[in-house]
C-alpha cells in the first residue's frame, strides 16, 4: 500500500481530507467570473487546469483540451495522456515543488466552485451484479429457492438506460407518476409512486472507444476505463413490480440517475484493487480475470428528513460485488456492441452479507415489511417527499484516502397528474 504524497497545499496533507495529491479526481466546474472547465480536486481547492493550459504551464499533445466543459477530448485522448496528465499536476502540487508561486493563483476554493456534469455522457447501461442484493430480491420477488435466475452465476446482467436522464449530484428529483398494480388492485392504475428507492452503485466512465463487431478482453475492457464515480440509481419499485413481467425495467429506472461530480482516475485507485468472490461455477473465457480487478472502497449512504438530522441507513464495499467493471465492458462488447467515449457502466446495487450492508431501501425494509428507525424515531420503508439521500465513498492507505465526494439528490413531491381531465 502506498503511502501519502505530501503537497505544498496543505489541506490535502490531512489524514480525512478525501482529494489528497494521491487522488486528483477530474471535474467540471465554473466560478461566477468564468464558465465551465476542467479541474482536479486538491485539498479544499479545485486546481484550474483549463486556465493552467491557456497560460502554458500545463502542456498536452493534443491542443488545448482542459478549457472545455467536459473530460471527453482527454479521455479520448487515451491512457498515456492520462498519465502523463496526472505526472504534470503532480509535479506542480507535490510538497517542494518549484513551480507553487505560479500555481497558487489557479486555486479555487471547493465553496467558490459550482460544480456540473464532469462529461458528456453517451450511453448509459446498468448492471445486476452483486449477489447480496440479487439473492435478497430475487428471495424477495421468486422465493429462496428460486432466488438467483439460472443465467446469473454466468454473466453479469444489465440493461440499457436512459443517458438523457443521468444528472449531477444536487439535482433534485421528482417523485416519478406511472402505472402500478398493487395486491389488491383489480385493474392497473395511474399513480404517484409510493414506493420510490434508490441503488447505492460504482458508475465505471469508459474514456477508450472499441471498435463494432470487435469483443474485447477483460484486461483490454479494464485499460478502457478512465475512472469511477459515485452513482445512485433510483428506482420506482412499485411501477417496477408492474412492469417487470417478464422483461427488464423500464419506466421505473428512467425517472433519474444522479452521478458524483467527480471522476476518480483509475490510476488513483491502483493500490485498491482487490479479486472478486470464488466462482460457484466457472466462468466462460470471455470473462475470466487476469488479475484482481475490484477495489478496496468503502461505500454509505445518509438519509436526511426535510430539516431533520441524517441517518447513515447502509454500510458497504465495493469489494462485494461478484462482477467488476471490467467484466460487464468485456461482456456488453461480446455481441460485437461497439463502446463509445463517455458511456457509463452502473455496477448494479452493492450489498453485502449483512442487514446494514444492503444497498437499497427494498432491501433493508424487506419489501416494506421491516420499517426502519432513523435517529430523530421516524421510520421509512421507503423515501418520503423532500427526503435527501446521500452517497459517499473512499478507498483507505496509508495516512489518506481517496475520496468521492458526494452524490446527493432531493426527492420532490411530484407534480400533479398531468393526465387529469
Given at each position: 500500500?502506498?503511502?501519502?504524497?505530501?503537497?505544498?497545499?496543505?489541506?490535502?496533507?490531512?489524514?480525512?481530507?478525501?482529494?489528497?495529491?494521491?487522488?486528483?479526481?477530474?471535474?467540471?466546474?465554473?466560478?461566477?467570473?468564468?464558465?465551465?472547465?476542467?479541474?482536479?480536486?486538491?485539498?479544499?481547492?479545485?486546481?484550474?487546469?483549463?486556465?493552467?493550459?491557456?497560460?502554458?504551464?500545463?502542456?498536452?499533445?493534443?491542443?488545448?483540451?482542459?478549457?472545455?466543459?467536459?473530460?471527453?477530448?482527454?479521455?479520448?485522448?487515451?491512457?498515456?495522456?492520462?498519465?502523463?496528465?496526472?505526472?504534470?499536476?503532480?509535479?506542480?502540487?507535490?510538497?517542494?515543488?518549484?513551480?507553487?508561486?505560479?500555481?497558487?493563483?489557479?486555486?479555487?476554493?471547493?465553496?467558490?466552485?459550482?460544480?456540473?456534469?464532469?462529461?458528456?455522457?453517451?450511453?448509459?447501461?446498468?448492471?445486476?451484479?452483486?449477489?447480496?442484493?440479487?439473492?435478497?430480491?430475487?428471495?424477495?420477488?421468486?422465493?429462496?429457492?428460486?432466488?438467483?435466475?439460472?443465467?446469473?452465476?454466468?454473466?453479469?446482467?444489465?440493461?440499457?438506460?436512459?443517458?438523457?436522464?443521468?444528472?449531477?449530484?444536487?439535482?433534485?428529483?421528482?417523485?416519478?407518476?406511472?402505472?402500478?398494480?398493487?395486491?389488491?388492485?383489480?385493474?392497473?392504475?395511474?399513480?404517484?409512486?409510493?414506493?420510490?428507492?434508490?441503488?447505492?452503485?460504482?458508475?465505471?466512465?469508459?474514456?477508450?472507444?472499441?471498435?463494432?463487431?470487435?469483443?474485447?478482453?477483460?484486461?483490454?475492457?479494464?485499460?478502457?476505463?478512465?475512472?469511477?464515480?459515485?452513482?445512485?440509481?433510483?428506482?420506482?419499485?412499485?411501477?417496477?413490480a408492474w412492469e417487470y413481467q417478464p422483461l427488464g425495467p423500464f419506466q421505473s429506472k428512467a425517472t433519474a440517475t444522479s452521478i458524483s461530480p467527480w471522476i476518480?482516475?483509475?490510476?488513483?485507485?491502483?493500490?485498491?484493487?482487490?479479486?472478486?468472490?470464488?466462482?460457484?461455477?466457472?466462468?466462460?473465457?470471455?470473462?475470466?480475470?487476469?488479475?484482481?480487478?475490484?477495489?478496496?472502497?468503502?461505500?454509505?449512504?445518509?438519509?436526511?428528513?426535510?430539516?431533520?438530522?441524517?441517518?447513515?441507513?447502509?454500510?458497504?464495499?465495493?469489494?462485494?460485488?461478484?462482477?467488476?467493471?471490467?467484466?460487464?465492458?468485456?461482456?456488453?462488447?461480446?455481441?460485437?456492441?461497439?463502446?463509445?467515449?463517455?458511456?457509463?457502466?452502473?455496477?448494479?446495487?452493492i450489498s453485502g452479507p449483512l442487514k446494514e450492508n444492503r444497498g437499497s431501501l427494498l432491501e433493508l425494509s424487506w419489501g416494506g415489511k421491516e420499517p426502519f428507525?432513523?435517529?430523530?424515531?421516524?421510520?421509512?420503508?421507503?423515501?418520503?417527499?423532500?427526503?435527501?439521500?446521500?452517497?459517499?465513498?473512499?478507498?483507505?492507505?496509508?495516512?489518506?484516502?481517496?475520496?468521492?465526494?458526494?452524490?446527493?439528490?432531493?426527492?420532490?413531491?411530484?407534480?400533479?397528474?398531468?393526465?387529469?381531465?
Amino acid at each position: 500500500m502506498t503511502s501519502l504524497q505530501r503537497s505544498w497545499v496543505e489541506s490535502a496533507n490531512r489524514p480525512d481530507c478525501g482529494f489528497p495529491l494521491n487522488n486528483l479526481p477530474c471535474g467540471v466546474f465554473s466560478t461566477t467570473s468564468q464558465g465551465p472547465r476542467c479541474g482536479m480536486a486538491i485539498g479544499d481547492f479545485v486546481l484550474d487546469l483549463g486556465n493552467l493550459e491557456a497560460h502554458g504551464i500545463l502542456r498536452l499533445p493534443y491542443g488545448l483540451l482542459l478549457g472545455l466543459p467536459f473530460w471527453n477530448g482527454v479521455m479520448a485522448a487515451g491512457p498515456k495522456l492520462w498519465a502523463d496528465l496526472r505526472a504534470q499536476v503532480t509535479a506542480l502540487l507535490i510538497e517542494g515543488s518549484d513551480q507553487q508561486a505560479a500555481v497558487e493563483k489557479y486555486l479555487v476554493p471547493l465553496d467558490a466552485a459550482t460544480l456540473h456534469m464532469p462529461f458528456t455522457l453517451s450511453e448509459y447501461t446498468d448492471f445486476y451484479a452483486s449477489y447480496h442484493h440479487a439473492t435478497n430480491v430475487g428471495t424477495m420477488f421468486r422465493g429462496a429457492e428460486n432466488a438467483l435466475p439460472p443465467n446469473w452465476l454466468h454473466i453479469p446482467i444489465g440493461y440499457n438506460g436512459r443517458a438523457s436522464s443521468v444528472v449531477v449530484s444536487g439535482t433534485d428529483v421528482r417523485r416519478p407518476w406511472g402505472q402500478v398494480k398493487g395486491p389488491n388492485d383489480v385493474a392497473p392504475r395511474f399513480a404517484a409512486s409510493a414506493r420510490f428507492d434508490i441503488e447505492l452503485e460504482l458508475g465505471a466512465v469508459v474514456g477508450v472507444p472499441s471498435d463494432s463487431g470487435h469483443p474485447v478482453s477483460v484486461a483490454q475492457a479494464d485499460a478502457m476505463i478512465f475512472g469511477y464515480v459515485l452513482l445512485n440509481d433510483w428506482s420506482a419499485r412499485d411501477i417496477q413490480a408492474w412492469e417487470y413481467q417478464p422483461l427488464g425495467p423500464f419506466q421505473s429506472k428512467a425517472t433519474a440517475t444522479s452521478i458524483s461530480p467527480w471522476i476518480v482516475m483509475k490510476a488513483a485507485l491502483e493500490p485498491f484493487r482487490t479479486a472478486t468472490p470464488p466462482r460457484e461455477v466457472p466462468l466462460l473465457p470471455h470473462l475470466r480475470e487476469p488479475g484482481p480487478m475490484l477495489y478496496d472502497i468503502a461505500l454509505e449512504v445518509g438519509l436526511t428528513p426535510d430539516g431533520g438530522q441524517e441517518t447513515i441507513i447502509c454500510r458497504t464495499n465495493y469489494a462485494e460485488m461478484y462482477y467488476s467493471a471490467a467484466q460487464q465492458l468485456a461482456h456488453h462488447t461480446s455481441c460485437g456492441c461497439p463502446m463509445n467515449v463517455g458511456d457509463l457502466l452502473g455496477s448494479g446495487t452493492i450489498s453485502g452479507p449483512l442487514k446494514e450492508n444492503r444497498g437499497s431501501l427494498l432491501e433493508l425494509s424487506w419489501g416494506g415489511k421491516e420499517p426502519f428507525a432513523l435517529t430523530d424515531g421516524q421510520t421509512r420503508c421507503f423515501i418520503e417527499d423532500n427526503d435527501t439521500l446521500t452517497l459517499r465513498g473512499y478507498a483507505k492507505g496509508q495516512g489518506y484516502l481517496i475520496g468521492f465526494g458526494t452524490c446527493t439528490g432531493k426527492v420532490l413531491p411530484a407534480l400533479e397528474n398531468p393526465f387529469t381531465a
